[in-house]
């Protein structure tokens, strides 16, 4: 469905006009709606991490690492992050991965003091919207910190309804998903006799959405593995 789908079905399903239904109010819903849906598959999805179509790069964010420096700041529209790679020291073509650590897991010595003298990064800590490395790199190189992270959806611009073809980066067998949650919406905020019926929808559909997204994986079969660290 596209987005000039999506909007006709919310006012299909409300029984309004652009009057009753201004765009803008519209808009909100629906985007509101998306980010629902969102929120549901990525607590849905397994090993197959979703992201949104109608994002044009993969999420993966790389940053140059810079002798002694500690602090690197994240994107805001970072959700999580997956996973942190430094480029090794003396090859500059080879990628480590670094483990995560929180302060609190540290005990009878200060932070300030914890792995402060510069040398190759073994541990990274998420402080706001930042990544502290640890220790401080000793070396610079371009592009040598690599960041693999989950964004939320691409949401709707008021261009983008205008124009009309932009269609939800999901399952399309779901795409009404926003339709219904929307409608729903504006049920509850204005009273509408339709409010429970648009919910019994709703979890329906949401119900048999979360069964396709836990069930994307079926070329793998899981098996138990030893974890084991690489030595370069």
Known sequence: MTIADIQSKVRF????????LPAATLLI?????????????????GRWEWDDD???DLPIATTALTTDQQDYSLAVTHLSV????????????????????????????????????????????????????YPPPDYTRAAGLKVYFQRPPALYTSAEVTTGTKVPGFNSL????????????????????????????????EEALVSDYQMRNKD?????????????
Not at 13 to 20: C, I, P, Y
Not at 96 to 123: C, K, V
Not at 220 to 232: A, D, F, G, K
């Open 174 to 205: 779901y795409h009404d998903l926003i339709s219904f949650h929307a409608a729903h919406d504006y049920a509850l905020a204005n009273g509408l006799p339709n409010a429970n019926q648009l919910m019994a929808s709703i979890i329906q559909k």
């Open 82 to 133: 997956k996973r942190i790679e430094i480029l090794n020291a003396s090859t500059g073509s080879t990628w480590i991965e670094l483990t995560p650590f929180d302060q609190s897991e540290l005990r009878g010595q200060s932070i300030t003091e914890f792995m402060e003298s510069a040398g190759i990064p073994t541990y990274y800590d998420k402080i706001g919207n930042s990544i502290f490395l």
């Open 220 to 232: 793998e079969q899981l098996v138990m593995r030893t974890r084991y660290n690489n030595p370069r």
């Open 54 to 56: 109608n994002q044009t």
């Open 13 to 20: 399903l409300t029984k309004t006009d652009t009057v009753s």
């Open 29 to 45: 819903l629906c985007n509101n709606a998306y980010e629902r849906v969102v929120s549901l598959i990525m607590q849905s999805d």
